[in-house]
Each structure stands twice: as C-alpha cells, then as structure tokens.
C-alpha cells in the first residue's frame, strides 16, 4: 500500500532518525542528499546503514534520498534488508534509472537480498525531466513518481502565488504519467513553512483532489494533517460501500444508488473500491 506520510529526516541525524519512528509517518525517508551539508555525507551515509540494520523504524517503511552524484558511495550505504526503497533525487530522464537498476541488481545479489524487490521513487526537478516524464515513468523499479518544486520553480522560473497555481500543469502531468504506466499515484511536495498548519491543510487537501497519494513533510508536525487528509472519512467510507452494493446489485452494469437517482457504473466503482482500499490503509 502506497504510503500518505512521507518525513524526511537529515541522514547525519542518528536522534532525529531514530525519534522518526514515533511521530507517525507512514513512510521514513533519511536524507543522503540537500539535508545534509556535504562535508558531512560521509557520515550521514553510516549512520543511515546504522540506522536501517537497527530496525528502528517501527512500522515505517524506511526510505533512502540518494544523490545522482553519488549514487555508488549512497547506495552502498543505503542497500541493506531494512530497506523499503529509494527516493532518487533529480532526475532528468531514463538513463539514470537503468544505471540504478543494474547498481542496485548488482549489490542485491551481492548481499543475498531478493533481486528487484528494492523500489524506486524518482523526483523530477528540472523542465528537462518533465520532458521526460513518460520514460521516466517506464524505467525499472519505479514504483511512484514525485515532484521536487524548489528545483523546478528556480529552473523554470516561476514565482508561485499563495494558491500554487502556477505549479498546477507540472502536477497533473505527474498525475497523468502516473496513471498511463499503471504507477502509483505520485507523491505530493513538501511546503516549507511547517508552523502553517491551515496553508498545509489547504494545499494537501488540493492535491488530494488532483489525484495525488500522499505528500512529503519536512517536520514531525506536518505528519497528522497530511495523514487525515489522506484518510477518507467515515462519510466517504459510507458512500463508498453504498456505490459498491448498488453496482453489485446491479448485476456490474449501471444502477442507481439507494434510489436516490445518482447513477453508477464500472467507473464510479473503481473510484469507490480505491477510497476503501485507502480506509483499509
């Protein structure tokens, strides 16, 4: 199940990594790449190993944020059985995601862990991996895509307003790619200002209806907002089973839902089973 939480935690941090557990995240990722200052990467990268062949993730899945310019060195830190998969920071296209693979395939096999279960969630940050998007979508391992909205609005240019329009058409290509490869629903960015929990609550709740997953936090208090917005409510719950029965009772062709006169169809169930399969999350 894809996760609705996403914390990122600095990977130099071995307190801060090791409190992630209990702030409720569904999804832990340490960071190997900009938390980090680069004098201290080296360190980052063995207390992150550390960190994974401790189990102190709790019911998180563990996640590793590699960098592209050291992607042996991070890997080498990062592959281990504790991990669920990695974040790979600004990609451009496809061909970094087949030198992952084979990097990856290679220590697997070398560390007798299943070859191909680590996966892989790309972040495109640049106009050239928006141009992309499609083989990125495509490339081996990749399980959801996500958006790294500081790099791109520095390198498209962009000055987002208070509602983030402006970075609406990246987004919904991100959605669209998603849905075309058969991928999870992509991950939605982190917002900066962490004490706005209304502007949070706002945007995560606009990505929700976009057809985003999950969203990223850079901080322990973002985590319950993002995680109630991508809960459905008992409502909705409700609904969804009420469509789900209609469409049944309606021998899986259309039908009407409680008599009220609101029609359902193949369509409209996929969209109910997801918010239960969400629920049961």
Do not use: C
């Amino acid at each position: 199940m894809v996760s609705r939480s996403w914390l990122y935690v600095p990977g130099h941090s071995p307190r801060m990594l090791n409190k992630a557990a209990g702030v409720g995240a569904d999804a832990i990722i340490a960071d190997l790449e900009d938390a980090v200052p680069v004098a201290q990467r080296p360190t980052a990268r063995s207390v992150v190993a550390d960190w994974l062949d401790s189990g102190a993730t709790g019911d998180a899945d563990a996640w590793v944020r590699v960098s592209p310019d050291a992607l042996e060195e991070d890997l080498r830190a990062a592959v281990r059985p504790g991990l669920t998969g990695l974040v790979v920071a600004k990609v451009d296209g496809p061909s970094l995601l087949s030198r992952l693979d084979a990097l990856l395939t290679d220590l697997e096999s070398e560390r007798g862990l299943p070859v191909g279960h680590i996966a892989v969630s790309p972040r495109l940050e640049s106009a050239r991996g928006l141009r992309q998007i499609d083989a990125v979508a495509a490339a081996p391992r990749v399980l959801l895509l996500g958006l790294g909205e500081a790099d791109l609005t520095a390198d498209l240019g962009l000055r987002a307003g208070p509602d983030e329009l402006e970075l609406l058409p990246a987004r919904f290509e991100a959605v669209v790619a998603s849905a075309a490869a058969g991928l999870a629903a992509p991950v939605g960015p982190a917002t900066v200002n962490y004490r706005d929990t209304d502007k949070l609550r706002a945007g995560t709740e606009a990505l929700r209806r976009l057809g985003f997953s999950g969203r990223t936090a850079i901080h322990p208090a973002q985590v319950p907002v993002i995680n109630e917005v991508f809960t459905p409510t008992a409502e909705e719950v409700a609904e969804a089973e009420r469509v789900i029965a209609a469409y049944a009772g309606g021998g899986g062709g259309a039908a009407a839902v409680d008599g009220t006169g609101t029609m359902v169809d193949e369509a409209v169930a996929r969209s109910a089973r997801a918010v239960l399969a969400r629920a049961r999350r």
